[in-house]
């Protein structure tokens, strides 16, 4: 039996520009973190006992006599890619998918590492990211960026740059770790209550693309500044939130399903309450919005904010791992 642990993601800067349709020309960058909110996957093979070879477990349960019958097209397509068959899998989650938390993908790079360990096999966190990202947008052909694979599996708070070439580097934010907490304790996470596919949302965005570059390119330019704002030991890091507001009101002009009168409410009302910034998380459209406060507006927003789940959260490091591994006996069926 197999368990991995894969954190989730926080984007706060960059997100689009990790689109491959803008990034090979523009080049793209995303500032991003980790944090303590993980999905598990479970997997061992399954014993020869029952009238079905496969069993899944996720929003759903699946009972499979062939591959091809998998309902689930990140199964289907990861166990097609690996070879996997005769096997129990289950999905749990800290926190609710189609939420703006890249939990698709953190659930593609924990399957894939579980899928691996169950073989046998090492894969590395580059290797994993990869993988990810073409079963996700290739096999499955959804749409979105890459950020979310790689932030899943390397862990930690980077700044993820997406070269013309279609490569990328993952380069850590070096801060103090007093400079780090502080950050923390400043970002307060609420729930919306409304969630959405991501992919569906990254479709409907695609509508007057070429218009959104400008803003794109500006919120590529964020990157910089607030990468300074967190290593630049001297500099305010109330810098940090007010970045966050000018990059939520860019992002908002670059798609139609970015946002909706509810969600503006929502923002603004944080806004007036004394936070500095913030931005809602992912593709649009719902899910989790985070906001930058200073300590002594932590009373006000935390009211403003009273019927809304309110989701406390640390950052992490170490992206996804495998935290159980008994290893099997297996034999294939032979055909």
Same mark, same amino acid.
């Given at each position: ?9 926080? @984007? ?19 500032? %991003? ?35 091809? #019958? ?11 890619? +690996? ?15 189609? @939420?703006?938390?890249?939990?698709? %993908? @953190? ?10 360990? +169950?073989?046998?096999? !090492? ?14 947008? $290739? ?26 070439? /279609? ?17 923390? &304790? ?6 919306? /209550?409304?969630?959405?596919?991501? %992919?569906?949302?990254? =479709? ?15 919120? !590529?330019?964020?990157? &910089?500044?607030?990468?300074?704002? +967190? *290593? *630049?030991?001297?500099? &305010? ?30 923002? =603004? ?10 931005? +809602?998380? /992912? ?6 919005? $985070?906001? !930058?406060? #200073?300590?002594?507006?932590?009373? @006000?927003?935390? *009211?403003?904010?009273? *019927? ?12 996804? #791992? $495998? ?5 099997? %006996?297996?034999?294939?069926?032979? &055909?």
């Amino acid at each position: 039996m197999i368990i991995t642990k894969t954190p989730f993601r926080m @984007s706060f800067f960059g997100g689009g520009t990790d689109m491959e349709s803008f990034f090979r020309e523009y080049g793209g960058a995303v500032l %991003s973190t980790t944090f303590d909110k993980y999905c598990y996957v479970t997997v061992r093979h399954l014993p020869r006992f029952f009238d079905w070879s496969t069993h899944l477990t996720y929003s759903s349960q699946e009972y499979v006599t062939d591959v091809e #019958q998998i309902k689930h097209p990140a199964i289907r397509n990861a166990m097609k890619m +690996l070879d996997m068959h005769e096997i129990r899998l289950l999905y749990e989650a800290d926190l609710p998918a189609r @939420s703006g938390l890249g939990t698709s %993908s @953190s659930f593609a790079v924990g399957m894939l590492n579980a899928f691996y360990a +169950l073989k046998g096999k !090492y894969a590395d966190k580059k290797k994993l990211a990869d993988e990810a990202i073409y079963l996700e947008r $290739v096999m499955c052909d959804e749409a979105g960026g890459w950020q979310d694979q790689i932030a899943a599996a390397y862990g930690g708070m980077n700044r993820i740059e997406f070269n013309k070439d /279609g490569t990328y580097n993952v380069k850590p934010i070096i801060i103090h770790p007093d400079r780090k907490k502080l950050l923390n &304790d400043n970002l307060l996470m609420f729930f919306t /209550g409304f969630t959405r596919f991501s %992919s569906e949302m990254q =479709e409907a965005n695609k509508a007057g693309y070429s218009e959104k570059i400008k803003q794109l390119r500006d919120m !590529y330019a964020l990157v &910089d500044e607030a990468e300074k704002v +967190l *290593e *630049e030991k001297h500099s &305010d890091i109330d810098d940090f939130g007010r970045l966050l507001d000018k990059t939520w009101r860019l992002k908002r002009q670059t798609g139609g399903a970015i946002t909706t009168d509810s969600i503006d409410a929502i923002y =603004e009302k944080g806004i007036e309450a004394g936070a500095l910034g913030g931005k +809602l998380l /992912g593709a649009g459209g719902g899910g989790f919005i $985070v906001f !930058y406060v #200073q300590p002594d507006k932590r009373a @006000s927003v935390m *009211e403003a904010m009273k *019927e809304f789940l309110y989701v406390p959260f640390r950052f992490e490091d170490g992206g996804t #791992q $495998v935290i159980h591994y008994t290893p099997e %006996s297996y034999e294939p069926l032979e &055909d």
